[in-house]
């Protein structure tokens, strides 16, 4: 059965930390629900109740344009490896954005990457572990270094046109906030 926590635990920030992966979901009030994979070392846990993560440019931008009108999130992280936990964290988030105040303070407890794009800022209201029992044993490898590569391929140049050509409108058509 589930068990449900006011705010990270050590145990669940351990967890955290071993995971190459996690999944952020989010939704407008009406459209489509999104859920992306994210890696690359992207996410730190600051306090029991708040998360960053550092995203970089993509082919959609759909958590930017939830966000804009709902502010819910969920994060999620599940073993692939020995210890059968999928652990889910619900809140609330804003997006700070390169041309924000916040950006440097934030962007320094991160990593440094290619098209960096956004960062979100979570304030964690609820913790739910549960088994997974149900998910498949797979062994990491390594991280891809392909959209690295595509951004650093582009440039800040070919960055900021991509985010101006391909990132300012979620898929239901609302705006990410992504350039003023």
């Known amino acids: 059965m589930g068990k449900q926590f006011d705010a990270f635990e050590t145990a669940h920030t351990d967890f955290i930390a071993q995971q190459h992966m996690f999944f952020v979901g989010t ?8 859920i992306s994979p994210k890696g690359m070392d992207s996410l730190r846990v600051l306090a029991p109740n708040r998360v960053i993560w550092l995203n970089v440019t993509g082919s959609g931008n759909e958590t930017a344009g939830h966000l804009l009108a709902v502010p819910r999130m969920t994060l999620m992280w599940c073993s692939f490896t020995t210890r ?97």
């Open 27 to 34: 939704a407008a009030p009406e459209g489509k629900v999104n």
């Open 84 to 180: 059968p936990m999928i652990l889910r964290a619900y809140g609330t988030a804003r997006t700070i954005y390169t041309r924000d105040a916040e950006w440097t303070g934030l962007a320094e407890q991160l990593p440094t990457l290619p098209g960096a794009r956004q960062i979100y800022d979570m304030t964690v209201e609820m913790v739910q572990t549960s088994c997974g029992y149900a998910v498949p044993f797979m062994e990491y490898r390594e991280d891809r270094a392909t959209l690295r590569k595509w951004a650093e391929d582009r440039g800040d140049d070919g960055i900021a046109t991509y985010w101006e050509t391909r990132n300012q409108t979620t898929l239901d058509g609302a705006p990410t906030g992504l350039i003023e």
